[in-house]
């Protein structure tokens, strides 16, 4: 595909940015003292050179009690030196440069944390102290005083952190804002509070650097701003004299998916296209975009001026570089996982990636450098750390061969890629499978491994990346209607049986209810399929619309456990819990289940007996166990090579530590 707006270099006043692509504003947990440290600076160095056309650094605070104990600061001189090694070695390697101002006020949980009003947030269920208006000029000034140091240190410009519900937006929404003076009440009192910061930067640094504001696209909470008041917003900031605009979703606090991989790719970019209708300055478009053709698309259709991309660019530095290279096939995509960004960020731990090891330990391994011990490697399994392996064992020179018995690469990933908002994990299959072309990784499909057959190729090394078998729940009545009222989770996603109309998964897990959410959809009218139904009119749109959004099986998770989803992220699983709520599948936690008999099952919960009837399918979402029966024989016969376990083989766990382990394993098999 040729990107002709994508690679277009973009000019905001008198800055010119090499493309459209711009690396957000992102908490990562580098820095422990607040300072601009190697970590962050090997960080964002290696997307420089990986071809991105502005880095926007931040969020910084401006004061510590808008800040957080693990996020930059911008508050003091001291600073200074850090962020002008930062711009230095982004200039460097041709990136433009911008400080996000950051100030969270009643999201930020630090001693005298302050807002517009004190209501009560329900980020940090913590009342802040109400500004008087002498510290609104204060907090107002140390923005400025800010900004002046980001101009000192080198950057191109700063950003003000007007989304996420923060401190600009707690000024602005009439559900957290309660004044009753020159900064309350009416539109034009809320926008009081942004627009003064907004003029007193311009005054201090606007004409030597970029003033650019960040908005929330819609709050997407009940009571607050909608899509509607943000375009009145953003023309109030345009006609201020703000340089850009960068739209991205809603509040920390809604219950809208913002970030997990059931949100489609390019989900919000209509948030940035409501904004540019209304405004001259460049806009820049956030959320959900992974993928350089989506952002031609997003550019090409007019919607924003630049995209931004945070975790895409998390999963793959150089996917700028490869998108202008024409190397589509090596971008490896970001899938939305959240297992390794925000989840570690709401858990205060640095930022990692799923996919990519290297993020975070940017310096520390050179995949460019090949062996001098090259090696004969069998791999057995093709599942995530299998094919990681053997990816890295080949960039470094070893001769890597995958023996996989079944037709397909990919292993659970197959199962997991089948539930709706699931369905981007396919990315990370194609992944692979261009890696294997375009590397001539050797596969060998349909091969069970054996002893002989992996002496066949007279290994050094062996990595089994064997997985997981099913544990079967030890529950009376359950052998004998195995492969007929109940199947595994794996084996009804595949479609290998058929389900029916009253289905009950078992086990409260991410796969239990990942598979229950399939079921309940299983039935929806396609959406091709309703498009040309309402368009024709052939029936009433609202009967379509139900059609579309709602599956014809009645569905019912049980579980032992008291909650359901407790493996799942923080970013994902109480989005997960809502998905389940609105379309209709009953919960049953707490419960042991003492039966199956037929149709029936029997279970208890607190003492008390209890049944479900008339069940059509039993799904097994109960867990899984190691699969080393192999790893196990081979290694009794004392074989000459070296072996490995690796992934849910060696230990049942999240798809980023087998990975990662399958990264470093391939990384360390010379040492």
Same mark, same amino acid.
């Given at each position: 595909m040729k990107f002709i707006k994508l690679f277009e270099p973009l000019k905001i006043r008198d800055v010119e940015i090499r493309n459209r692509l711009v690396l957000p504003a992102m908490a990562l947990n580098f820095s422990r003292d607040q300072t601009v440290n190697d970590k962050t600076i090997n960080f964002y160095e290696e997307r420089a050179k990986g071809g991105v056309g502005l880095i926007i650094l931040g969020g910084c605070a401006v004061e510590a009690r808008g800040g957080g104990p693990t996020m930059l600061s911008i508050d003091d001189d001291k600073h200074i030196p850090g962020y002008t090694r930062f711009a230095e070695e982004m200039h460097k390697h041709g990136a433009k440069t911008i400080v996000q101002l950051y100030h969270a006020g009643a999201y930020s949980g630090m001693p005298g944390m302050v807002s517009s009003s004190a209501v009560m947030s329900n980020l940090t269920r913590r009342v802040p102290k109400e500004l008087t /208006? %002498? $510290?609104?000029? $204060?907090?107002? $000034?140390?923005h400025a005083l800010a900004a002046e140091r980001v101009r000192e240190a080198g950057f191109d410009g700063v950003e003000l952190l007007g989304s996420a519900g923060y401190l600009i937006n707690q000024f602005l929404s009439p559900m957290t804002n309660k004044r009753t003076d020159e900064y309350g009440g009416s539109l034009e009192n809320r926008l009081r509070y942004p627009l003064e910061l907004i003029n007193l930067v311009k005054e201090r640094v606007g004409k030597d650097i970029l003033v650019g504001m960040r908005v929330a696209g819609d709050d997407f909470v009940p009571g607050s701003n909608t899509y509607k008041e943000t375009a009145v917003f953003a023309k109030y =900031? %345009?006609?201020a004299g703000v %340089? =850009?605009?960068?739209v991205t979703g809603g509040w920390h606090e809604t219950r809208i998916p913002q970030l997990p991989m059931m949100v489609p790719a390019g989900a919000y970019a209509y948030l940035a296209e409501n904004v540019k209708r209304n405004v001259s300055a460049p806009v820049f478009s956030a959320n959900r975009i992974n993928d350089p053709v989506l952002a031609e698309r997003i550019l090409r259709n007019e919607w924003a001026d630049a995209i931004c991309m945070g975790r895409g660019l998390i999963a793959d530095p150089y996917l700028p570089n490869k998108a202008k290279e024409n190397k589509l096939w090596d971008i490896r995509k970001c899938v939305a996982c959240n297992q390794g960004c925000f989840d570690h960020i709401f858990t205060g731990?640095?930022?990692?990636?799923?996919?990519n090891y290297l993020a975070s330990r940017e310096g520390k391994y050179d995949l460019d450098k090949k062996t001098d011990q090259p090696m004969k490697v069998v791999i057995i399994g093709s599942g995530p750390a299998g094919l990681e392996a053997a990816r890295v064992a080949t960039l470094l020179g070893h001769n890597a061969t995958i023996l996989e018995k079944r037709d397909e690469i990919g292993g659970q990933m197959n199962a997991a890629m089948v539930p709706?908002?699931?369905?981007e994990m396919t990315e990370i299959i194609d992944y692979y499978r261009a890696q294997i072309m375009h590397r001539n990784i050797d596969l060998q499909l349909n091969t069970e491994a054996t002893l002989e057959k992996i002496n066949e190729y007279n290994p050094n090394a062996v990595i089994f990346a064997t997985g997981v078998k099913f544990d079967?729940? %030890? /529950?009376?009545g359950i052998d004998g209607s195995l492969g007929s009222t109940i199947y595994f989770a794996d084996d009804a996603l595949a479609g290998d049986y058929p389900v029916g109309k009253n289905v009950v998964v078992v086990g409260g897990s991410a796969t239990g209810m990942e598979t229950a959410i399939w079921a309940a959809e299983l039935g929806t009218l396609d959406s091709e399929i309703a498009r040309f139904i309402s368009f024709y009119d052939l029936i009433p749109r609202e009967e379509v619309m139900d059609k579309w959004l709602r599956g014809n099986r009645s569905v019912t998770i049980i579980d032992k456990l008291p909650k359901l989803g407790l493996n799942l992220g923080?970013?994902?699983r109480g989005f997960m819990i809502g998905h389940t709520m609105k379309l209709g599948i009953k919960t049953i936690t707490g419960a042991n289940i003492t039966r199956f008999e037929g149709k029936t099952m029997e279970f208890e919960i607190e003492g008390e007996k209890k049944s479900l009837e008339n069940i059509d399918t039993f799904i097994l979402a109960t867990g899984v166990k190691p699969n080393s029966e192999l790893y196990d024989k081979i290694k009794a016969t004392n074989p000459p090579f070296k072996m490995y376990k690796i992934g849910d083989c060696k230990e049942p766990r999240t798809m980023m530590e087998a990975i990662h382990e399958g990264f470093e394993t391939a990384y360390n098999l010379d040492k």
């Amino acid at each position: 595909m040729k990107f002709i707006k994508l690679f277009e270099p973009l000019k905001i006043r008198d800055v010119e940015i090499r493309n459209r692509l711009v690396l957000p504003a992102m908490a990562l947990n580098f820095s422990r003292d607040q300072t601009v440290n190697d970590k962050t600076i090997n960080f964002y160095e290696e997307r420089a050179k990986g071809g991105v056309g502005l880095i926007i650094l931040g969020g910084c605070a401006v004061e510590a009690r808008g800040g957080g104990p693990t996020m930059l600061s911008i508050d003091d001189d001291k600073h200074i030196p850090g962020y002008t090694r930062f711009a230095e070695e982004m200039h460097k390697h041709g990136a433009k440069t911008i400080v996000q101002l950051y100030h969270a006020g009643a999201y930020s949980g630090m001693p005298g944390m302050v807002s517009s009003s004190a209501v009560m947030s329900n980020l940090t269920r913590r009342v802040p102290k109400e500004l008087t /208006i %002498d $510290e609104i000029k $204060e907090v107002q $000034e140390n923005h400025a005083l800010a900004a002046e140091r980001v101009r000192e240190a080198g950057f191109d410009g700063v950003e003000l952190l007007g989304s996420a519900g923060y401190l600009i937006n707690q000024f602005l929404s009439p559900m957290t804002n309660k004044r009753t003076d020159e900064y309350g009440g009416s539109l034009e009192n809320r926008l009081r509070y942004p627009l003064e910061l907004i003029n007193l930067v311009k005054e201090r640094v606007g004409k030597d650097i970029l003033v650019g504001m960040r908005v929330a696209g819609d709050d997407f909470v009940p009571g607050s701003n909608t899509y509607k008041e943000t375009a009145v917003f953003a023309k109030y =900031y %345009d006609d201020a004299g703000v %340089d =850009y605009i960068n739209v991205t979703g809603g509040w920390h606090e809604t219950r809208i998916p913002q970030l997990p991989m059931m949100v489609p790719a390019g989900a919000y970019a209509y948030l940035a296209e409501n904004v540019k209708r209304n405004v001259s300055a460049p806009v820049f478009s956030a959320n959900r975009i992974n993928d350089p053709v989506l952002a031609e698309r997003i550019l090409r259709n007019e919607w924003a001026d630049a995209i931004c991309m945070g975790r895409g660019l998390i999963a793959d530095p150089y996917l700028p570089n490869k998108a202008k290279e024409n190397k589509l096939w090596d971008i490896r995509k970001c899938v939305a996982c959240n297992q390794g960004c925000f989840d570690h960020i709401f858990t205060g731990k640095s930022v990692e990636c799923m996919q990519n090891y290297l993020a975070s330990r940017e310096g520390k391994y050179d995949l460019d450098k090949k062996t001098d011990q090259p090696m004969k490697v069998v791999i057995i399994g093709s599942g995530p750390a299998g094919l990681e392996a053997a990816r890295v064992a080949t960039l470094l020179g070893h001769n890597a061969t995958i023996l996989e018995k079944r037709d397909e690469i990919g292993g659970q990933m197959n199962a997991a890629m089948v539930p709706p908002g699931r369905r981007e994990m396919t990315e990370i299959i194609d992944y692979y499978r261009a890696q294997i072309m375009h590397r001539n990784i050797d596969l060998q499909l349909n091969t069970e491994a054996t002893l002989e057959k992996i002496n066949e190729y007279n290994p050094n090394a062996v990595i089994f990346a064997t997985g997981v078998k099913f544990d079967i729940p %030890d /529950i009376p009545g359950i052998d004998g209607s195995l492969g007929s009222t109940i199947y595994f989770a794996d084996d009804a996603l595949a479609g290998d049986y058929p389900v029916g109309k009253n289905v009950v998964v078992v086990g409260g897990s991410a796969t239990g209810m990942e598979t229950a959410i399939w079921a309940a959809e299983l039935g929806t009218l396609d959406s091709e399929i309703a498009r040309f139904i309402s368009f024709y009119d052939l029936i009433p749109r609202e009967e379509v619309m139900d059609k579309w959004l709602r599956g014809n099986r009645s569905v019912t998770i049980i579980d032992k456990l008291p909650k359901l989803g407790l493996n799942l992220g923080r970013t994902t699983r109480g989005f997960m819990i809502g998905h389940t709520m609105k379309l209709g599948i009953k919960t049953i936690t707490g419960a042991n289940i003492t039966r199956f008999e037929g149709k029936t099952m029997e279970f208890e919960i607190e003492g008390e007996k209890k049944s479900l009837e008339n069940i059509d399918t039993f799904i097994l979402a109960t867990g899984v166990k190691p699969n080393s029966e192999l790893y196990d024989k081979i290694k009794a016969t004392n074989p000459p090579f070296k072996m490995y376990k690796i992934g849910d083989c060696k230990e049942p766990r999240t798809m980023m530590e087998a990975i990662h382990e399958g990264f470093e394993t391939a990384y360390n098999l010379d040492k």
